[in-house]
């Protein structure tokens, strides 16, 4: 349940899970089964519902863990 639109030097993540940690330059999510840390620059959480998050931003790495 998750989407990834990637762009020169920006990217926008969708997801549907809980936020665990949300800084400037470091998102992490839980999902159903895992957990994705994302990190780059100017990171922000355009909206957040029950059914889905976008995140737009200068994503430099993207990794579960």
């Known amino acids: 349940d998750k989407t990834l639109r990637l762009f020169p ?3 926008e993540a969708y997801y549907n899970r809980g936020i ?3 800084e400037e330059n470091c998102i992490r999510l839980q999902g159903k089964n895992c957990r994705l840390q994302i990190c780059g620059r100017r990171l922000n959480i355009v909206y957040y519902d029950r059914d889905s998050m976008k995140i737009c931003g200068q994503i430099q790495s993207m990794e579960f863990c």
């Open 9 to 11: 030097n920006f990217a």
């Open 20 to 22: 665990l940690l949300f």
